[in-house]
């Protein structure tokens, strides 16, 4: 194992990942209902942008993290979901700066398919702070080479992330006409 990953499993313990799993739905739904915003400048309009491409990105590499442990690829697997980690906090990360400088932005049609944007909606959301617990061990177990615990919780990781990420892109698209008015 990489010195990186010894130091990644000393921090990541069932304590430290029952309240990271916990901390970041709860801040991350504090940080919505402020009821001021920052003004870091016009690139924050971007961010919507910008974390639609990593959703999709996140989608691409999981998908051919699955391919590739269906081959038995460990390393090609073990690349792709670390790259999807790495996007998952920057997404974090950007969508946070992206809800700290802009109110949120309401979908404004008026079809029927109003009930799948929110049914999208709703159940991303619901999803994205769920799956924050799951990927964390799965990583954990992953990282201390416990496999059979480590596929048993990926069988719920890896289909609820995927929605999650699917999920973020669809509700971008069908939002995206709204940003800005």
Known sequence: MMQNE???VKVLND???NILAIAIPVAVALLLGLPFKLDLGSWTNTLPHINALVNSLTTLFLVIAFAAI???NIALH???MLICVALGLFFLLT???YHLTHTSTHYGGTSPLNYVYYFLLITHIILA???VYFVLKALYFAFTSDF???KKIVKWAYPIWLYV????VLVYLMISPYYGK
């Open 165 to 168: 990420s699917v999920t973020g």
């Open 78 to 80: 073990r690349t792709c």
């Open 15 to 17: 304590k430290t990942i």
């Open 6 to 8: 010894n130091n990644l």
């Open 70 to 72: 269906r081959r038995k």
């Open 95 to 97: 969508y946070i700066l």
């Open 129 to 131: 702070a769920v799956v």
């Open 148 to 150: 059979e615990r480590h």
